[in-house]
């Protein structure tokens, strides 16, 4: 069993790996986690909130989380004042939260047991779909030159692999992020790309 101590960070949207994940970091809570990441290169955890806020409030509710979350590893920083971080993140493995506390200056953090990457899987002729439509949205977007900084997406492109055409998707379509949450904790990316298929059909993009 492979445990890594972790700090966490519980949002309101779902990381998935290899995904792009811009913060804007001012909670105190958070500024110096971020410094102390960025200074030793290692990742913290992104975990989507069930209960409470991503921004701690005088007298507001204590939150909960997933305990299925991604590693967040910090790819750009910066500081355009004083209290303010601007930072991008890539998403790595995803992890099972095995213990958490909350720290008394309010920081999450955790014992969390890695799991195991997805298997690469060849996209099957009958979902090959859903990568003709994500290829096409990725002209458009380049097409509209849609600077660096704002492109949705990271290169290397693994549009043969069931995996990141899913989690592609999972990040862009408009679907609750309790959806996204159950389609990022799924072991198989068959079942998954599966599941994206018929949220783009619902969708209208089919």
Not at 19 to 26: M, N, S, V
Not at 54 to 69: K, Y
């Amino acid at each position: 069993m492979n445990i890594l101590e972790l700090p966490l960070f519980p949002l309101d949207t779902v990381l998935f790996p290899q995904g792009l994940l811009p913060l804007r970091i001012f909670e105190v809570r958070y500024l110096d986690m971020i410094k102390r990441c960025h200074q030793s290169s290692t990742p913290f955890g992104v975990v989507s909130l069930t209960e409470g806020s991503q921004v701690q409030h005088p007298g507001s509710g204590g939150e909960r989380f997933n305990r299925v979350g991604t590693l967040a590893r910090i790819i750009e920083l910066s500081s355009p004042q004083a209290g303010l971080l601007l930072i991008r993140c890539q998403g790595e493995q995803r992890f099972s939260v095995q213990r958490s506390e909350k720290l008394r200056h309010g920081l999450w953090v955790a014992d969390a047991e890695l799991l195991p990457a997805d298997a690469e899987v060849p996209v099957p002729p009958d979902l090959q779909n859903s990568v003709q439509l994500l290829r096409k949205l990725l002209q458009q977007l380049q097409e509209q030159q849609v600077p660096a900084e704002q492109f949705p997406l990271l290169a290397p492109y693994q549009f043969e692999d069931c995996s990141w055409v899913a989690n592609r998707w999972c990040e862009m379509l408009p679907v609750p992020v309790e959806v996204k949450q159950q389609l990022m904790a799924l072991d198989n990316p068959l079942v998954r790309l599966e599941l994206v298929g018929d949220l783009l059909e619902r969708s209208g993009w089919s």
